[in-house]
């Protein structure tokens, strides 16, 4: 009997092609809830899951008994039991690199959109409300020359500062993360501490890893102390901010506006203020939205996870310590 897999997020007919040459494949296409009964009945033999945006909890591994490996066509395991599988001895591996680039192009599309009230004012035109040339309280502020403040300097935060200092001339201050001299000297771009960069910065952008230390990590004192002018971007998780801070900061003016592509729930509730707010430019979590990525993120995920079924290094381990002895 071949080993079973079951893939819950969508893949192309030729990366479904690739598994089905060696396994056999339950293919849900894209399935939103773990409750699904035919997906439930599968898990009890699946010996490998592919996709992304179901919570994996400990009850969900309990129906799993012989999964080896979880290989997840996400960046983020914020929704992994991460020690809870290498205790059970279950590889799980992710897809970074592929997105990065792409990620750091909606973060810039955020920063711009928001600084030049991009979306608000194509809404005007739209609504044919454009009779005379626009007045100064329809003026957007410069993103070139200002200080861009990065929460997190990961891959993704990198280029994004890549962005912003070559590109846009920006200074760049990044915290919560170690330092990275080789950047400091390449970007112009200087680490601090969360504070002094919440009080220099025009743009706060955040992307960080979601965890227990980054739950909630900007909340109403962080905003108390950005600027005024500031613009506050999120590309990493909802939770990552204090949501109902981030209401009351926007809607009292303590700081400008926010470009947001993610939220404590997604998709978001239909009572959310957000994206009825003039100075919020909400998207649907697309940071990595693109034909060419999600393609690339798949066939990641699908690469990885025929090496681990093979008991071999995948390309993009997340908990390596889960197979001590293969690849420690
Ligand atoms: C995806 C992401 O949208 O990789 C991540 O962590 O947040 C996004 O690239 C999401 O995981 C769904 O595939």
Redesign the pocket.
């Known amino acids: 009997m071949p080993k079973r897999i079951l893939a819950y ?1 969508r893949l192309d007919e030729q990366q479904l092609d690739q598994l089905r040459e060696r396994y056999q494949v339950d293919y849900f296409g894209k399935l939103s809830s773990a409750d699904d009964p035919a997906f439930r009945e599968a898990l009890g033999e699946a010996h490998g899951l592919i996709g ?2 179901l919570k994996i909890t400990p009850e969900l591994l309990d129906a799993a008994p012989q999964l080896e490996t979880i290989s ?8 992994y039991p991460v020690a809870e599988l290498s205790r059970r001895g279950i590889l799980l591996s ?2 970074p690199d592929v ?1 990065t680039e792409t ?1 750091a192009d909606t973060g810039f599309a955020l920063i711009m959109a928001s600084a030049r009230r991009v979306v608000e004012l194509a809404e005007y035109v739209k609504r044919g409300e454009w009779q005379e040339s626009i007045g100064a309280e329809q003026f957007g502020t410069d993103v070139h020359g200002k200080t861009l403040g990065m929460i997190g300097f990961g891959r993704i935060g990198q280029a994004i500062a890549r962005r912003g200092a070559l590109g846009f001339g920006m200074r760049v201050l990044y915290a919560k993360a170690s330092p990275k001299p080789e950047l400091e000297q390449a970007l112009g771009a200087r680490h601090c501490e969360l504070d002094e960069l919440l009080r220099e910065s025009d743009f706060v952008c955040a992307i960080v890893p979601l965890n227990a230390e980054t739950r909630h990590l900007i909340g109403a004192p962080e905003f108390a102390r950005m600027k005024s002018s500031a613009i506050f971007i999120n590309l990493a ?1 909802g939770e990552v901010v204090d949501e109902t801070a981030m209401i009351d900061a926007l809607e009292c003016g303590e700081i400008r506006g926010a470009g947001l592509d ?1 939220f404590a729930q997604e998709p978001l509730p239909a009572d959310s203020p957000l994206p009825r707010m003039a100075n919020v430019v909400a998207l649907p ?5 693109t034909h060419e ?2 393609t690339a ?1 798949a066939q990641r995920a699908v690469d990885n996870l025929l090496l681990a079924l093979d008991g071999e290094r995948p390309l993009s381990p997340f908990n390596p310590e889960a197979w001590p002895e293969r690849l420690g």
């Open positions: 997020r992304a945006g997840s066509i996400s960046v983020g395991v914020d929704s992710h897809t997105l990620t998780r993610v979590h697309i940071g990595s939205a990525t999600r993120m």
